[in-house]
């Protein structure tokens, strides 16, 4: 039988650890040995993945002096990509991990996230693939001029061994034209498997709140868009009838917190804190609204969209493509007046013309794009 591993951080908090256990199934189902390679241990699997496991502690910038030492003198153009320096260690001993896992030159190898992909940019495999999550771009930080050149160079390099995959065309274009990546790029995106995750969403906490509900779901951050949410809220009619939740942990919950005060709509507005998995709550709302300033894929939009909901979204990278046939759903991120004319307009039209899935984001579709890497 042959294995597949699927490489990542850890399965803390976000939309990557949903990708990797979706994904650990998608490739089981298949028939394939599915083995989950973590660099840490925070976070928790599904019972059925459990003994699917494996740790893997990589060096990185506070391990060993010479590395330290030269981390420290290149701070400045790899904080934020990761201790470049450690990379032959790291490759050594992921290798050891593949001898004890028996893996040979016909299994794949997939690594997830960025962090994990700088740490392991020196592994070599005929079937590795590395998959882009996000904005390549965004690693370069408020660099600019030629430390900027050097950052997006560093970027660049993480993925020159192994097949590239992107979740979107955003992504893909952002990693070609601004990052300077060489190389073909594949777009597949995460993808959902629809009929789990209604099944999921029967059994998953539901929201004990009397009122209608708008929903959105993402990290508490200001990328997120969830200031801009609740001040939309705030002018729309729809305060009148509906509550709204946000569904998520992060930094601006205080923020958020005294906005909605601020506004008069605090008790209207509820931050449901990070709930696992969020489907039930997704699933009795009237409307998902994801009002994000950038997104690599926005998977929390597609959930929605599966589990039937009406969905307004910004109109930015990987949202747009996922609602490509409905730019009638789409606002400019950041518009407040326009995201609560859309929010009244479509709450008025009772979910009529509601956005479906694409079907290349079905898990078919995705598992034989990935086979055929």
């Known amino acids: 039988m042959k294995k597949v591993l699927l490489v990542t951080g850890s399965m803390k908090i976000g939309g990557l650890n949903s990708v990797i256990v979706e994904h650990a199934r998608m490739f089981l189902s298949a028939g394939y040995d599915v083995r989950i390679i973590l660099t840490s241990r925070k976070g928790e699997l599904p019972e059925d993945l459990q ?8 060096e ?66 005929p079937n590795l693939v590395k998959v882009m999550h996000e904005i390549q771009s965004k690693h370069a930080g408020k660099s600019v001029g030629w430390v900027r050149r050097i950052r997006y160079r560093l970027i660049a390099a993480c993925y020159e061994q192994g097949k590239r995959v992107a979740v979107s065309r955003a992504v893909k274009d952002d990693y070609v034209k601004e990052v300077g990546g060489h190389g073909a790029v594949t777009v597949i995106g995460n993808g959902v498997n629809v009929s789990a995750l209604v099944e999921a969403s029967m059994t998953a906490p539901s929201m004990n709140i009397s009122r ?21 809220f705030a002018k729309s009619n729809a305060r009148h009838t509906h509550d709204l939740v946000i569904v998520g942990e992060g930094k601006e919950r205080g923020a958020l917190c005294c906005l909605s005060k601020e506004l008069g709509v605090d008790d209207r507005v509820h931050l449901a804190g990070y709930v696992k998995p969020p489907f039930g709550i997704v699933r009795e709302a009237t409307l998902y609204v994801g009002a994000s300033f950038h997104e690599g894929f926005g998977l929390a939009l597609l959930e929605a969209m599966c589990l039937g909901l009406p969905v307004v979204a910004s109109r930015v990278s990987g949202f747009e493509e996922i609602m490509e046939a409905y730019p009638e759903c789409m606002f400019e991120a950041g518009n407040v007046e326009e995201l609560a004319r859309l929010i009244d307009q479509t709450l008025l039209s009772d979910g009529k013309g509601r956005p479906a899935m694409p079907e290349r984001y079905d898990f078919d579709e995705i598992l034989k794009n990935y086979l055929l890497l």
Do not use: C, W
């Not at 040979?104 to 960025?114: A, L, P, S, Y």
């Not at 209608?212 to 939309?232: C, H, M, N, Q």
């Open 51 to 58: 003994d699917k496991i494996h740790y893997l502690d990589l």
């Open 60 to 125: 990185n910038a506070e391990s060993g002096l010479v590395v330290r030492l030269l981390y420290a003198v290149f701070r400045t153009f790899l904080k934020g990509i990761g201790n470049l320096f450690a990379a032959q260690k790291n490759r050594a001993l992921f290798e050891n991990l593949m001898l004890e896992l028996g893996v040979n030159n016909e299994d794949m190898i997939v690594i997830h996230g960025f962090k994990v992909t700088a740490a392991l940019r020196e592994l070599r495999h």
């Open 212 to 232: 209608p509900y708008i929903v959105s779901v993402g990290r508490l951050v200001e990328v997120k868009g969830f200031d801009v949410l609740i001040r939309a």
